[in-house]
């Protein structure tokens, strides 16, 4: 399989090139060059493999000419096999025709791990392969740090910076990133917000003398190995569901737009699923978009699900670019000019293919307690702040014999104080982090600062290398 940039002006790639690009050179984002496909009889086929091994056969097209079989194959159970679920990604009915599939069951207890996990295995195969290493830098608000450090701690050929902006993140989340003590982890804690960190990595990347030097490479929600790794577990409850001799429909908290975008790309492999919907916390942009056309950055407001505190949901130029029916000129001038403007002129006509079958709906943060505490008074379910929205998202649309999958991102320890508010129960965290407030803490505390930063990037790297 080789991959071509929603922008045009890269050339096409393999698999393992993209995996250590991350993003193309022209600013795109790197999408298969055409649409794998899996007929009816290969779905049912499927319904027998245990997780790792159905993980294995629908990621395999996109790994095709990089990654053998067998190796995929291995790395995918080694990958889902220190999950605490034996089910890995388990299906929960909470209505009539409503679901949740718990997503949360990996190291850090979001629903990042599913890809991450799979991700810090590829980069070690292939870095190992091609007798490389490369440091690995990014800014996190909280899942995604603790996630990537969780994926590549102890990894040889691997150093990892995560950027988090000091006091701005949960005490579990910090935790969960600054009690890891592998050498070849760092963590930056930045005086400044998130958007600092988040500058302060994109400085990084355009200092091409550090950039080489250092060979830094990212793992943030625009790597299409990401993508991959998170189709299965759609394909996995539409089988469970019946499918694929009956449809299914998929409700998902929503973000960079990474985790809609997979079960819009399972879809396309065949399987069959009806709606998808979007939820928003009052960051509302995607729903905003899908009700009314409406693409215009505002200022982001915190919320009770942080994970879902965005602005720009960077994956949606992959859907944009499929729904243009890749017109990579068209694309690249709509993305400049949403930079320029902070607003987003989409075509009347691929607004409404878009909107024929994704759906969407924000909940504030009064809405959300409020529906925590429905639904765990209805169904005696605790679901997480941002699942919630899912959940929600998810009823408000499901049709009459039609399943409706909502997708659980976290797992409701991680938020104790908002789960406290609706419900007056405090989660407890499963048993691998019970002792995480015991734990030792290392970080480093620096200013907004570039030139401060590249040194302890530096740093890192050489503790790790010596
Ligand atoms: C990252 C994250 C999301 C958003 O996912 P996207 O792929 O960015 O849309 C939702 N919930 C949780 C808990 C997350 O960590």
């Not at 599939?101 to 590829?122: I, N, S, V, Y």
């Not at 690995?136 to 996630?147: E, H, K, L, P, Q």
């Not at 930056?188 to 400085?203: E, I, N, R, S």
Request: aromatic letters at 8%; glycine letters at 6%; one cysteine or more.
């Amino acid at each position: 399989m080789q991959y071509v940039s929603t922008r045009g002006q890269a050339p096409a790639r393999s698999f393992s090139d993209i995996l250590l690009a991350g993003l193309a050179e022209d600013g795109g984002l790197f999408m298969p060059e055409s649409w794998p496909h899996f007929t009816a009889s290969e779905w049912r086929e499927m319904r027998a493999l245990p997780y790792a091994e159905l993980a294995a056969r629908v990621m395999a097209p996109f790994t095709a000419g990089s990654i053998d079989h067998k190796t995929l194959l291995d790395l995918c159970r080694s990958a889902y096999a220190n999950f605490d679920h034996a089910a890995i990604v388990p299906l929960v009915q909470i209505e009539d025709g409503l679901f949740v599939q718990e997503l949360f069951h990996g190291p850090t207890l979001a629903f990042k791990d599913m890809a991450m996990q799979l991700l810090g295995r590829l980069f070690d195969h292939v870095l190992t392969e091609r007798d490389e290493r490369v440091t690995i830098v990014g800014a996190t608000s909280g899942d995604t740090g603790s996630a990537a450090i969780e994926a590549c701690k102890g990894r040889e050929r691997l150093s990892v910076v995560i950027l988090h902006p000091e006091g701005r993140t949960s005490d579990v989340q910090r935790r969960q990133m600054t009690t890891v003590p592998d050498a070849n982890i760092t963590n930056l804690a930045v005086q400044g917000t998130f958007d600092d960190c988040q500058d302060l990595v994109k400085a990084m990347f355009a200092d091409a003398p550090f950039r080489n030097d250092m060979r830094l490479s990212a793992v943030n929600s625009i790597n299409w190995a990401r993508i991959a790794a998170q189709i299965p577990y759609y394909v996995a409850a539409a089988l469970s569901l019946g499918a694929p001799d009956r449809e299914v429909s998929f409700a998902v908290p929503t973000g960079n737009f990474g985790n809609i975008l997979a079960a819009w790309v399972a879809r396309k492999m065949g399987l069959p699923v009806k709606r998808l919907c979007v939820g928003s916390n009052r960051n509302d942009i995607l729903t905003r978009f899908l009700n009314a056309n409406d693409m215009t950055t505002h200022a982001v407001v915190p919320s009770l699900s942080p994970s879902m505190d965005i602005q720009v949901s960077s994956n949606f130029e992959r859907l944009l670019f499929e729904f243009l029916d890749r017109d990579s000129d068209a694309c690249a001038t709509l993305m400049t000019d949403f930079r320029k403007t902070g607003k987003m002129a989409v075509p009347e006509r691929v607004w409404s293919s878009i909107h024929e079958l994704f759906s969407g709906v924000a909940l504030d943060d009064e809405a959300t307690t409020t529906e925590i505490r429905r639904v765990h008074n209805e169904s005696q379910y605790l679901a997480d702040p941002h699942t919630i929205i899912g959940v929600t998202a998810g009823r408000k649309f499901r049709q009459p014999g039609i399943p409706m999958v909502a997708m659980a991102t976290a797992h409701p320890a991680k938020f104790p104080d908002a789960m406290r508010a609706a419900t007056g129960i405090l989660p407890a965290l499963p048993p691998s982090l019970a002792d995480l407030f015991d734990r030792e803490e290392r970080f480093r505390v620096v200013p907004n600062s570039l030139d401060v930063v590249e040194d302890a990037v530096r740093s890192g790297v050489l503790n790790n290398t010596r």
